[in-house]
Each structure stands twice: as C-alpha cells, then as structure tokens.
C-alpha cells in the first residue's frame, strides 16, 4: 500500500526502487470541476485506475493539483498526467517542470489523445486511447531503457476483469458530491458531432459484466454512488439487466443517459426502483434544425416537455444540459430556452458555450469555415466563447451566456424547483445549491 506524504514518495517510506507519480491538472479559469477551498464534486477515475493497473512492483501516489501544490522535487521515477482539453495547459507546465528536472513524463486522456503530436513537445512517450492494454509494457519498456514515444492498444478493451481504481490513494476529504464513482459501460451508440466521447472509446458499446459491477459497488462504504458512464442506458437490455440487480442494494445514485429513458416504460421504472434518483440529460436545444445539425436528430425537441413530465412521474430529477451558440441560434435562443427551463420545472440545469474540442467533427466543420478565433485550450472548458457565431457577436454569446446562468440561480427560483414536489427534495436541493454557487461566480453584466 502506497503511503502519501505530500502526494510523493520518500526513501524511507518503502524498499521499492520505483516510483510513480500520477497527476492530476488544474484548469483555473472553468466553472466546472472546480476546487474551492481543498474541496471538489466527486472522483474522476482515470487516474485511479492507472494506478490499478500499474504492477505491485512499483510504488504509486496520486496527485490532484487542484488542491495540492506539485513538489517538483520529490523522488520519483515516473510522471504520469491525464487531461481534458482545458487541463492541457496546466498538464503541459507540469510536464516540463519534471522533464527539466531529468525526470521522465507520459501523457494521456481525451486531448492528447486528439492531439498526440502536439503532446509530444512536452512528453516523452503519450498514450492514445485507453491504456489498460498497453499499460505494464509501457512501464516495462521504460525499465529496459526502451521507452517508445506513442503507445496505442490494437484494439478496445473489452470491460470484463477490469482492475478496481485505487481509491485508497485518494484525499477523500476533497470530494464533496461522490467519494465512490464506478464505470459499468463504455463508448456511445449515438455519434454526436459536439462530443469527444467516441474518438477515444469508439461508438462500440462496450458492457462491463453485470456480476463485476456489483461487486465493486457492494464494497462501496457510502449508500450513494454515481455512474460515471457517458450512457448509462445506451444497451438498454444491459442496463434493465444491471438495475435488476442492482434493487437487492438499496443503494441510490445517479447517472448520464439520453432522453430516450423516457420512451422505455420498463426501463424508466427499473432506473428508478434501483435507486437512481437524478438523470444528466443533454437536451442541448429546443430547436430541431440545431440537433439535426449536430447528428442528433434522434432528440426530438417537440416530445422534451412530455419526456421530463414522465421522467419525474416516475421520481426522478433531471438535471438538463442546454448548449448556446448553435448555427440556428439567435438572441432569442436565451429567454427561450429559461422560459422553457421554469415551464417544465427542470429540477437543475446547466448551460454550455458550444465548444469545438479537437477531435471532433465540429472542430473540422468550424476549422475548415475559419471560425475558429481562439485556440488557447485552457479556454476550452465550455464557458468561455472561442469561435465565431453565426447569428451573434462573440460578446452577445458570451455575456448572454453569464446572465442566463445567473438568472436561472437567484433564490427564488432555486427554492421554486427545489420545492416542486415532496419527492426528491434532497437531491434537488444539493444539485441547485451546488449550481447556485457556480452562477454566483459569474460576471455580472449589463
């Protein structure tokens, strides 16, 4: 068992000659993920299962910037960093901070796995794509001296004897939503052109065996948990038959899915006898032409108000998700969508500036129309505009953005969807506060 002690590793701690070091970024200019005072909303398992992974030979402690300075002086034989888009500047000065020091470093996640070559400058090997197979011959190939510069696994990992994350080597403190996250499923079915979901796990939906998930949430020493998955009811013949089981726990948690729940008696009713109590859905728009334009025409924006109607029938939150700055969008898109928002009674939501991430086919589509305008990737955390609008300036988007966050937050209509019904009030009331305090940190504009 790895002991942290400033989140490195000292000679007196253990006989072991390696040492890794895995690192977390930091992206200080989002809204989202972000740690305030040493705290933050739940367990990102990306680097806990790399540790997982990493054979009983070396030595592993983990490191989340966020809330811990990096001591780039500590002894270690090995630096390991996971990054989102907006991370990538923080991943990259961490990265040369241990490189100058003669120390080796890999990089991986969504974006460099986007951008490999872009990666290297600050790297000396990067991973794309998942790591569980090409992990320990990676670690091996650096004790022989023969580190390679790109790994990439043939194929996709197929889900069954995964390695349970190391969560003993996280700062539980620091998580204030969900200490215990698990992942049940991988990839999509769907093929959105916004999303970074596919380019790394592929649209295969990949199931993890109903058996195995169970035994990793029986360990849980929380009630509560949450589905890390991009889709929890992607197969819905997977996911009635894990909720089944999951009924014996009488545990409660949440998760992503898309609206079609709705459309699934059987599996809507399962969701919530299991004890989901709250859904992330990605609505995105209200205009049909803007999810068409996206690949998502699937989501049908004229069946939304009787969706969430039987989605909360059944006694389930919803937690919505709206993108702004769509090609259909104008300065209307903003009153419209808040005013659909309090007519259904969302009991949470959240706004996103549409965001080309690299990777993906809007990147392509925005790259290749020259409406890209800024590629400073610490930007790149969905509330901070970076390309041009069709149907608005660059500063109506943004500052139309901030005020509708803020204006969906005032007090008094948190406690109008906190209080919509006795059922849920709890989860309501957390999900509203948390978003509350995000809105209240937004400029105000005029």
Not at 49 to 66: G, K
Request: net charge neutral.
């Amino acid at each position: 068992m790895a002991v942290r002690i400033g989140a490195c590793l000292r000679d007196k701690e253990t006989f072991m000659d390696k040492r890794l070091l895995l690192v977390l970024p930091q992206n200080e200019r989002g809204f989202w993920g972000k740690v305030t005072r040493g705290k933050t909303g739940f367990v990102r398992l990306s680097l806990p299962t790399l540790a997982a992974l990493t054979p009983n030979d070396w030595q592993v402690s983990i490191l989340d910037s966020r809330a811990q300075p990096v001591d780039f002086d500590c002894k270690v034989d090995l630096v390991g960093i996971t990054s989102f888009t907006a991370e990538i500047p923080s991943a990259y000065e961490i990265a040369d901070g241990f490189r100058k020091r003669g120390i080796p470093v890999v990089l991986g996640g969504v974006h460099v796995s986007a951008l490999p070559q872009e990666a290297l400058h600050h790297a000396d090997a990067v991973v794309i794509g998942e790591a569980e197979l090409i992990w320990e011959t990676l670690l091996r190939d650096l004790e022989a001296g023969k580190l390679q510069r790109i790994y990439r696994g043939e194929n996709l990992c197929d889900m069954r004897d995964m390695k349970i994350p190391r969560r003993d080597l996280l700062d539980r403190d620091m998580y204030v939503a969900c200490f215990n996250t698990v992942q049940a499923t991988r990839g999509c079915p769907f093929d959105c052109d916004f999303c970074a979901v596919t380019g790394v796990f592929g649209r295969k939906f990949r199931t993890r065996p109903v058996a195995e998930v169970l035994e990793e949430i029986r360990a849980f020493d929380t009630r509560d948990f949450l589905f890390v998955d991009d889709n929890i009811c992607g197969n819905p013949t997977y996911a009635k038959e894990l909720f089944r089981a999951l009924i014996p726990l009488k545990r409660t948690w949440g998760g992503q899915t898309s609206i079609t729940l709705a459309r699934d008696d059987e599996l809507l009713d399962l969701y919530a006898k299991s004890g989901g109590r709250y859904a992330f859905i990605g609505f995105e728009s209200l205009s049909e032409q803007n999810l068409a334009n996206l690949n998502k025409k699937w989501n049908r924006a004229g069946g939304f108000g009787e969706a969430i109607r039987r989605i909360q029938k059944a006694g389930i939150n919803i937690l919505g998700s709206f993108i702004f700055g769509l090609d259909e969008d104008d300065l209307t898109v903003f009153q419209r969508t808040l005013d659909f928002v309090f007519e259904h009674r969302i009991d949470a939501v959240e706004y996103h500036v549409l965001t080309p991430f690299p990777g993906t086919r809007l990147f392509e589509t925005l790259e290749s129309q020259g409406r890209i305008i800024d590629r400073d990737w610490a930007k790149y955390h969905t509330a901070e505009v970076v390309f041009q609008p069709r149907n608005m300036s660059v500063g109506e988007l943004q500052n139309h953005f901030y005020r509708t966050f803020r204006e969906s937050y005032t007090l008094g209509k948190v406690l109008m969807r906190t209080f919509r019904s006795y059922r849920g009030i709890p989860s309501r009331l957390a999900m509203n506060w948390s978003y509350r305090k995000k809105a209240q940190r937004m400029p105000v504009v005029d």
